[in-house]
């Protein structure tokens, strides 16, 4: 119950003034994996720019199949976008991966961690290849549960290239 105007106007003022990024800003951000080497390595780290992170699998067709699109991308658009991929998976096999595909991108391990960060970030039904786009503020702006074409990643991410960057 609002006692009176001024009450109303300083508190719409300070739900204002609130930043709205930090508001808006995706779980995945809070979030904290491990590297291929067994060390952690938060998502916070590539705040700033547009993020891409796939959800992936070795044993995962669609995913083998989309990766070296990812790559291509990851080089065309270098210093521009971060691509940052999530395997669901053991370290040897995709340590293979990577070295086999030169994954130019870095790469996190997760297992039932890594599923739930998926769920939390728009994935319910637990699917590979999963896909999250991020502008540089941290808002998540689309998720695609199945492959993603290259063509298709980089109509999504035009738009964040023209944004202001934060």
Known sequence: ??????FAAALLAALLAMPVA?????????????????????FAQWRGKPLVVNFWATWCSPCREEIPEFVALQKRYAGKVQFVGVA???????????????????????????????QAEGNV????????LYDAGGK???????????????????????????
Do not use: C, W
């Not at 119950?1 to 001024?6: A, D, Y």
């Not at 669901?88 to 039932?112: C, M, S, W």
């Open 1 to 6: 119950m609002i006692h009176s105007p001024r």
């Open 22 to 42: 930090q508001a808006q800003q995706a779980p995945l951000y809070r979030h904290t994996l491990k590297t291929l080497d067994g060390k952690p390595a938060g």
């Open 88 to 118: 669901i998976d053991e370290v040897a096999p995709v340590r293979t991966f990577i070295k086999q595909h030169r994954v130019n991108y870095p790469n996190l391990i997760g297992a039932a961690d890594a599923m739930k960060l998926m």
């Open 125 to 132: 039904v637990g699917g590979l290849p999963f896909t999250a």
């Open 140 to 166: 998540r702006v689309a998720v695609k549960l199945g492959r993603l074409k290259g063509e298709e990643l980089e109509r999504m991410l035009q738009p964040l290239l023209k944004a202001p960057q934060p």
